[in-house]
C-alpha cells in the first residue's frame, strides 16, 4: 500500500530549473550573435528582411484563407441547425404535446374513476366494519 506513493528523487527536481537556465544562456548568446552579424553585414540584413518581408506576406495569405474557409464553415452549420435541426426540434416538441394530452386523457378517463371506485369501496368497507365490528 505504501509502495504506491513513492517519494520523486530529488535530483530530477533541480534538473528542470538547470535546462531552463542553459536554454535561455544558449538563445541570449545566439541572439547577440546574429545582432552582431546583422549590424557589421547591412547586405545580410536586407536579405534577411525581404525574406521575412516574403514570409509574412505569405503567412497573411494562409491566415485569410484559413479565415474564409472557417467563415464557409460557420454558414453551412448555420444552414444544418435551420434545415435539419429545427424540424427535429419541432417534432420532438409536437410529440411532447400529444404525450402530454394522452397523459391527461388517461388520467380523465380511467385513473380518475378508478381512485372514485377505490374511495367509495373504501368508504363502504369502514361503514360496514362501524356496523358490525366483529366481521373482518
Known amino acids: 500500500m505504501g509502495d504506491e506513493f513513492q517519494e520523486s528523487?530529488?535530483?530530477?527536481?533541480?534538473?528542470?530549473?538547470?535546462?531552463?537556465?542553459?536554454?535561455?544562456?544558449?538563445?541570449?548568446?545566439?541572439?547577440?550573435?546574429?545582432?552582431?552579424?546583422?549590424?557589421?553585414?547591412?547586405?545580410?540584413?536586407?536579405?534577411?528582411?525581404?525574406?521575412m518581408i516574403i514570409a509574412l506576406a505569405i503567412e497573411g495569405l494562409f491566415i485569410g484563407i484559413a479565415i474564409i474557409l472557417a467563415i464557409f464553415q460557420i454558414t453551412k452549420f448555420i444552414r444544418l441547425?435551420?434545415?435539419?435541426?429545427?424540424?427535429?426540434?419541432?417534432?420532438?416538441?409536437?410529440?411532447?404535446?400529444?404525450v402530454r394530452s394522452t397523459a391527461g386523457m388517461v388520467n380523465e378517463n380511467l385513473t380518475g374513476p378508478i381512485m372514485k371506485i377505490a374511495g367509495t369501496l373504501s368508504g363502504t368497507m369502514r361503514f360496514l366494519k362501524m356496523i358490525w365490528p366483529n366481521r373482518s
Open 9 to 51: 528523487n530529488p535530483k530530477t527536481g533541480c534538473r528542470l530549473p538547470a535546462i531552463i537556465g542553459i536554454t535561455l544562456v544558449l538563445m541570449f548568446v545566439t541572439i547577440t550573435v546574429l545582432l552582431v552579424m546583422l549590424v557589421r553585414n547591412p547586405e545580410l540584413t536586407q536579405l534577411i528582411r525581404d525574406i
Open 81 to 98: 441547425l435551420q434545415d435539419e435541426i429545427k424540424p427535429i426540434l419541432e417534432q420532438a416538441n409536437e410529440t411532447l404535446s400529444t
